[in-house]
């Protein structure tokens, strides 16, 4: 049969000799960590209506509802994947003077 993969699927492919079999407990703690992500928890959050306001706007504008979007705010802020826009300017601008000098 012919497939048609995506470029991120034909380089898993093209890759698969690369990988390692894991063992049964990596294998338990990967899918441990799988099912806690995917289980959420109802929680109460108070802020302030403005602030709200903004983020529903936001999510409105990128075609999310809300609470998804409050969600991937947090998710990224825990995981340190939110970049501080102050700081990178900050490094890009020192990066950008050692490759002067």
């Known amino acids: 049969m012919n497939y ?3 470029p991120e699927e034909r ?3 093209e890759r698969a000799d690369e990988f390692v079999s ?3 407990e990596e294998r338990k703690e ?3 960590i799988i099912t806690r992500a995917r ?3 109802p929680v109460n959050l108070r802020m302030s ?3 709200l306001e903004l983020v529903k ?3 409105g504008r990128d075609g999310l509802p809300y609470q998804t979007l409050i969600n991937s705010i947090v998710h990224r802020y825990v995981t ?3 970049v501080d826009r102050d700081e990178l300017r900050k490094i890009l601008a020192e990066l950008s003077d050692m490759k002067a000098k």
């Open 4 to 6: 048609n993969l995506t």
């Open 22 to 24: 894991v063992t049964g």
């Open 57 to 59: 706007r936001r999510a």
């Open 49 to 51: 209506e403005y602030d």
């Open 39 to 41: 289980k959420s928890r």
């Open 30 to 32: 990967v899918e441990s």
């Open 11 to 13: 380089e898993i492919e």
């Open 80 to 82: 340190d994947q939110m």
